[in-house]
């Protein structure tokens, strides 16, 4: 927006740090700088942005002149590059989470109290529409004190394990993601705790984390990306129960019930009457402003307004969502969910990081969590010819974004258990769904096949490997056997699809 003062911003790291390029513009926030250290994201922000100084370097990105730093670098970089950047003189925007060890938590807090800098953590989903519009209704006092809630944040990554979030497979091939291979999702517990924070203006103390084992199919063997359960206790004695990770169903679940009233804000829903048997109303959710260009933004409009709350302590000097010490709650959560995970679901206090005193029993806490060596998925002396594939065939077979509906691995096992289930459907157009993924299962069986063939034999290659060992679980897992019977398979569903059923109407 014209009107606004302009704001200079460098992003660093620009495959999540790209995303925020169109409502900086709105904003009239001016992005001056990008840095990456890899060429392939560097070329692709430089067609997006073709004026802004670009380098591989962060020191000489950190010496460019610019106000503040957008920081999307890797998930256990944030506390260094942070400081880094407010020791530069330069303000912060952090993505999640803010640091990932107790003691980089306090060096961070220092460096923000030194600094005179604006920080705040980019955790955007309290700012989508039905978030920061619930919150409204919860500061008019509607809903009361918070007693209980249980948020979501279930969503299924297997194929980021393997690729960038632009979906091009990992380099070299045979490489596991940076941090996502085998992150706990515990760390990453903001985008269900965050809108719980925000929404009532409570802070966590305490939390109970049980651990579960089992993981969906595919991914490496100690990654940590399955469902980890929290019960967090807040200041007023209220639970909260949030959920993270992914299985066989993503789920964002946002149900909230208070003294006086309840909702489903995820649905729009609250019940009134401070009863259990109270009047259910369906709402309407609306922007307080600037609606139509939050519209235009990731994650429900989130992505504009931590931009806009970033902008406005810069520039207006109003005091933001996320500063330094709500981000230690939300993050020190993470980090004692897991701890509380190693003794058993134990309760482990949340430290609070305002105080001086607290800070100092975790300035020489590095503890974080122990994990296998994604760049070493494979044997020391591997031939990289083959297993220089294994990031591509991975992503050949599995798909986070799928913009043509169901394909690789997902679209077969769905395809298949379909045909098993027919006769159970509900209603033809569910029917009709499980027709076209068979119709898809053979026009693709000769694709699917190779890419199949192609990941057995990396996983024939080196049996016992994590890599070899994460393969071979997929494929077995998502109907190996029937996918490489190219022939049988094909006349099956040909039959399967060709036999008359008379409860199906056109
Ligand atoms: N809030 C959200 O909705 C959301 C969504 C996606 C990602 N994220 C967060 O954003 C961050 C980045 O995510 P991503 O998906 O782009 O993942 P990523 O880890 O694949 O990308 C990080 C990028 O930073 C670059 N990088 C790393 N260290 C660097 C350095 N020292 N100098 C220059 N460049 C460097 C890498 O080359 C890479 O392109 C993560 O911490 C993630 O948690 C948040």
């Known amino acids: 927006m014209s009107d606004k003062p302009k704001l200079r911003l460098g992003i660093w790291g620009l ?20 840095c990456d250290t890899s060429e392939h994201m560097r070329e692709k922000f430089h067609e997006m942005v073709p004026k802004a100084f670009l380098t591989a370097d962060e020191d000489e990105f950190l010496q460019y002149d610019m106000d503040a730093v957008l920081i999307a670098t890797f998930f256990t970089s944030h506390a260094a590059h942070s400081i880094k950047a ?20 306090v060096a961070l807090v220092e460096a923000v109290e030194r600094s005179g800098k604006v920080y705040q953590l980019a955790e955007n989903y309290p700012f989508r529409k039905d978030c920061l519009y619930f919150k409204r209704l ?44 085998w992150l706990n999702a515990h760390y990453y517990c903001t985008h269900s705790l965050g809108p719980v924070m925000q929404i ?39 639970l909260v129960r949030n959920l993270m990770g992914g299985a066989s169903g ?66 207006e000097n109003q005091p933001g969502p996320w500063d330094i010490y709500r981000s230690c709650d939300v993050t020190l959560t993470g980090i004692m969910a897991i701890r509380s ?48 594939e294994f990031s591509r065939v991975m992503c050949e077979t599995d798909a986070l974004s ?58 024939d290659a080196y049996p016992d490997s994590l890599g070899g060992r994460a393969m071979r679980d997929l494929l077995d897992n998502y109907y190996y056997d029937k996918i490489i019977d190219e022939e049988t398979t094909s006349r099956e569903l040909s039959a399967w699809l060709g036999t008359p059923r008379p409860t199906l109407k056109r």
């Not at 966590?204 to 940590?224: D, F, N, S």
């Open 15 to 34: 495959g999540r740090g790209s995303n925020f390029i169109e409502s900086c513009r709105y904003l009239n926030i001016e992005i001056v700088a990008g």
């Open 86 to 105: 407010l020791d530069a003189g330069k303000h912060v925007l952090c993505e999640v989470t803010s640091f990932f060890t107790p003691a980089e938590g």
């Open 138 to 181: 919860w500061e008019q006092g509607i809903f009361g004190d918070l007693i209980y809630a249980e948020f979501d944040y279930l969503h299924e990554c297997r194929s980021l394990c393997y690729t960038y979030i632009d979906d091009t497979p990992i380099e070299p091939g045979y490489w596991a993601h940076h941090w996502r291979s």
């Open 200 to 238: 009532t203006g409570r802070r966590p103390i305490k939390v109970c984390a049980p651990r579960t084992t089992p993981l969906i199919p595919g991914y490496i063997e100690g990654a940590g990306w399955g469902v980890t359960p929290e019960l967090i206790t807040m200041d007023n004695g209220a």
């Open 250 to 315: 993503d789920s964002h679940r946002m149900d909230i019930w208070g003294t006086h009233a309840s909702a489903r804000i995820a649905q729009s829903e609250i019940r009134l009457g401070g009863s259990g048997h109270g009047q259910v109303l369906k709402l309407n959710p609306r922007w307080d402003s600037m609606g139509e260009a939050a519209e235009k933004a990731g994650h429900g409009g989130g992505d504009f307004w931590e931009l806009e709350f970033f902008r406005r302590a810069i520039l």
């Open 341 to 388: 995970q190693e003794l058993d679901g134990a309760p482990v206090e949340i430290p609070d990081f305002r105080r001086k005193e607290v800070r100092d029993k975790f300035r020489n806490d590095h503890r974080s969590q122990q994990h296998f060596d994604p760049r070493a998925i494979f044997p020391a002396d591997q031939d990289t010819a083959i297993t220089g």
């Open 402 to 459: 799928l913009p043509d509906g169901l394909k690789g691995c997902i679209l077969v096992r769905a395809a298949f258990d379909g045909m098993k289930l027919f006769d159970e459907i509900e209603g033809d157009a569910d029917r009709y769904r499980v027709v076209a993924l068979v119709q898809k299962v053979l026009a693709q069986l000769p694709h699917l096949a190779d890419v199949y063939r192609r990941g057995r034999a990396i996983a």
